[in-house]
């Protein structure tokens, strides 16, 4: 597989984002959802950005509240044996395992560019948190253009779990909110760019708590708020490279030899790759291929390295003729991009 990562990679990284809460650092601007609007590339960032703390050994958790439409600060301690502040990204109360805040606080945020590599970044958050569902942040972005309509999907994160809500815009410029489409907890959605048969299609990834593991699902709508008709796509595989989790990665697009879904699947460490799945054109439910073998692995530095390494993490490409353009997160901290061939990927597959 003949993989091109621009030169300019990676293409934006936190100091190329000013914070727009006073107080606070940018430590990710990755997952961006990808969509071409006018004669600009669109990349929507999800921007975390956490408050900045004078002691060490104190560690703080940014929660909008929609009473006020600000953001309260909670202070935790290192040594407080109540907590688990382990992991940098979450504090889990030790006692109520279910129960956890994040140190950090995303929205999302348009950087816009006229080649594909160079980016500025808009002033102002262009979807922000907005009520108690999302009360944590929103995160990883999609973007599926249907006709003159940008619909955009995101993880909306609360107390009550993560589940995928939408908003849809013209201009980028207004958005109209539509709810939330899957309930927590779940996330990863991808919305296919046409009526496939009359319907809509939306892949999706649950999280069962009790039997089964976070797989790649399919649903269908009439409008593209209520879906239903849910069927199991593909699962983990054990000892290959997707056998932790997968999720739907960049929107679906067509080729002439099916709907080619490229998606991210983490092995039992935590590495995440892209690869890519192929569905029938006409009932995308039947998987007609899939990768034996990772599309992308995370082997350039920026990929190794960052707020969470080891993570190539893509939310949207643009396809222009045999070239995919793979807008991707890396290392949950910045945002990369690479070419692929849509023939080079096909040719890859393992057919069923």
């Given at each position: 597989?003949?993989?091109y990562?621009?030169e300019?990679?990676p293409?934006?990284?936190?100091?190329?984002?000013?914070?727009?809460?006073?107080?606070?650092?940018?430590?990710?601007a990755?997952?961006?959802?990808?969509?071409?609007?006018?004669?600009?590339?669109?990349?929507?960032?999800?921007?975390?950005e956490?408050?900045?703390s004078?002691?060490?050994?104190?560690?703080?958790?940014?929660v909008f509240?929609?009473?006020?439409?600000?953001?309260?600060?909670?202070?935790?301690?290192?040594?407080?044996?109540?907590?688990?502040?382990?992991?940098?990204?979450?504090?889990?109360?030790?006692?109520?395992?279910?129960?956890?805040?994040?140190?950090?606080l995303?929205?999302?945020?348009?950087?816009r560019?006229?080649?594909?590599?160079?980016?500025?970044?808009?002033?102002?958050?262009?979807?922000?948190?907005?009520?108690?569902?999302?009360?944590f942040?929103?995160e990883?972005?999609?973007i599926?253009?249907?006709?003159?309509?940008?619909?955009?999907y995101?993880?909306?994160?609360?107390?009550?779990?993560?589940?995928?809500?939408?908003?849809?815009?013209?201009?980028?410029?207004?958005?109209q909110?539509?709810?939330?489409?899957?309930?927590?907890?779940?996330?990863?959605?991808?919305i296919?760019?046409?009526?496939?048969?009359?319907?809509?299609?939306?892949?999706?990834?649950?999280?069962?708590?009790s039997?089964?593991?976070?797989?790649?699902?399919?649903?269908?709508?009439?409008?593209?708020?209520?879906?239903?008709?849910?069927?199991?796509?593909?699962?983990?595989?054990p000892?290959?490279?997707?056998?932790?989790?997968i999720?739907?990665?960049?929107?679906?697009?067509k080729?002439?030899?099916?709907?080619?879904?490229?998606?991210?699947?983490?092995?039992?460490?935590?590495?995440?790759?892209?690869?890519?799945?192929?569905?029938?054109l006409?009932?995308?439910?039947?998987?007609?291929?899939?990768?034996?073998?990772?599309?992308?692995?995370?082997?350039?530095?920026?990929e190794?390295?960052?707020?969470?390494?080891?993570?190539?993490?893509?939310c949207?490409?643009?396809?222009?003729?045999?070239?995919?353009?793979m807008?991707?997160?890396?290392?949950?901290?910045?945002?990369?991009?690479?070419?692929?061939?849509?023939?080079?990927?096909?040719?890859s597959?393992?057919?069923?």
């Amino acid at each position: 597989m003949n993989i091109y990562r621009y030169e300019q990679n990676p293409l934006l990284t936190p100091n190329d984002v000013p914070p727009f809460h006073e107080g606070f650092e940018v430590i990710g601007a990755f997952n961006a959802g990808i969509a071409k609007f006018q004669d600009e590339v669109i990349m929507l960032l999800r921007v975390a950005e956490r408050p900045i703390s004078s002691d060490p050994n104190v560690i703080k958790a940014p929660v909008f509240n929609p009473s006020t439409n600000q953001l309260d600060i909670y202070e935790f301690r290192q040594d407080d044996p109540n907590f688990d502040l382990s992991d940098p990204r979450v504090i889990r109360e030790t006692t109520k395992p279910k129960w956890s805040y994040l140190t950090s606080l995303s929205y999302l945020r348009i950087a816009r560019s006229k080649d594909g590599r160079h980016f500025t970044v808009d002033e102002k958050p262009f979807v922000y948190p907005s009520n108690e569902l999302e009360s944590f942040g929103i995160e990883d972005p999609r973007i599926t253009q249907i006709d003159d309509t940008y619909y955009i999907y995101f993880s909306a994160v609360s107390p009550m779990g993560v589940g995928e809500s939408m908003v849809s815009t013209k201009d980028f410029k207004t958005v109209q909110q539509h709810g939330m489409i899957f309930a927590p907890e779940n996330k990863d959605v991808l919305i296919f760019p046409e009526k496939i048969n009359g319907k809509y299609y939306a892949l999706h990834r649950p999280v069962p708590n009790s039997n089964g593991s976070p797989e790649i699902w399919i649903a269908e709508s009439n409008n593209l708020l209520y879906w239903g008709n849910h069927k199991h796509l593909i699962g983990l595989r054990p000892g290959k490279w997707d056998d932790g989790r997968i999720g739907g990665g960049a929107v679906p697009f067509k080729t002439d030899k099916g709907w080619l879904e490229l998606y991210h699947g983490a092995s039992q460490d935590h590495r995440y790759c892209m690869g890519a799945v192929l569905l029938d054109l006409n009932d995308p439910a039947k998987v007609i291929a899939r990768s034996e073998k990772p599309l992308v692995e995370p082997d350039a530095p920026y990929e190794q390295e960052g707020f969470f390494g080891g993570v190539v993490f893509s939310c949207g490409v643009l396809v222009e003729g045999d070239v995919v353009k793979m807008y991707y997160g890396v290392a949950d901290t910045s945002m990369a991009c690479a070419e692929l061939s849509v023939q080079e990927i096909l040719d890859s597959l393992t057919y069923l």
